[in-house]
């Protein structure tokens, strides 16, 4: 079964701090990383873009709207630029763990659980962050006695 990997995009939604700090890993990983010679937003670039996304984060610290704003502008230009380089990474690496890994960016899985081979003798259980669990809002035991409920006793 091949192994299809991605870049994790989870930067998109993190805290500015977060991405400031990823963007930091990116730029130690692919500084010098002849695997990724030219990214779409070279690595002077992606430095330039988060010292500035740092300073407005200590500038929105103790500002006002304004800071905030302009925060909220870096970190939009950095996640950009992440995203930009993620794509790159992804291409160049060509499915390749050991090369993703060295850009500094974090690595998922794209293979589907549909498509996974039956263990021998076993069954394919579901996952247990999709069991759900029970709840008196959700089955009381007033009800639990009038109707079969599908959910584990406490």
């Given at each position: 079964?091949?192994?299809?990997?991605?870049?994790?995009?989870?930067?998109?939604?993190?805290p500015a701090?977060?991405?400031?700090?990823?963007?930091?890993?990116?730029?130690?990983?692919?500084?010098?990383?002849?695997?990724?010679?030219t990214p779409?937003?070279?690595?002077?670039?992606?430095t330039t873009?988060?010292?500035?996304?740092?300073?407005?984060?200590?500038?929105?610290?103790?500002?006002?709207?304004?800071?905030?704003?302009?925060?909220?502008?870096?970190?939009?230009?950095?996640?950009?630029?992440?995203?930009?380089?993620?794509?790159?990474?992804?291409?160049?690496?060509?499915?390749?763990?050991?090369?993703?890994?060295?850009?500094?960016?974090?690595?998922?899985?794209?293979?589907?659980?549909?498509?996974?081979?039956?263990?021998?003798?076993?069954?394919?259980?579901?996952?247990?962050?999709?069991?759900?669990?029970?709840?008196?809002?959700?089955?009381?035991?007033?009800?639990?006695?009038?109707?079969?409920?599908?959910?584990?006793?406490?």
């Amino acid at each position: 079964m091949t192994i299809n990997l991605r870049v994790s995009r989870d930067f998109m939604n993190a805290p500015a701090n977060d991405v400031a700090n990823l963007a930091d890993d990116v730029v130690d990983g692919m500084t010098g990383n002849p695997a990724f010679p030219t990214p779409p937003i070279p690595v002077a670039g992606l430095t330039t873009l988060n010292t500035t996304l740092r300073t407005a984060i200590t500038a929105a610290d103790a500002g006002g709207p304004t800071q905030t704003a302009a925060k909220n502008k870096a970190y939009a230009a950095v996640t950009d630029a992440l995203r930009k380089d993620a794509n790159y990474v992804e291409i160049q690496s060509d499915n390749d763990l050991e090369t993703l890994l060295s850009s500094g960016y974090d690595v998922v899985s794209t293979n589907q659980r549909a498509g996974a081979a039956r263990p021998a003798g076993g069954s394919l259980k579901s996952p247990t962050w999709r069991r759900r669990k029970s709840s008196s809002a959700c089955c009381p035991s007033s009800t639990r006695s009038r109707i079969r409920c599908s959910l584990p006793r406490r």
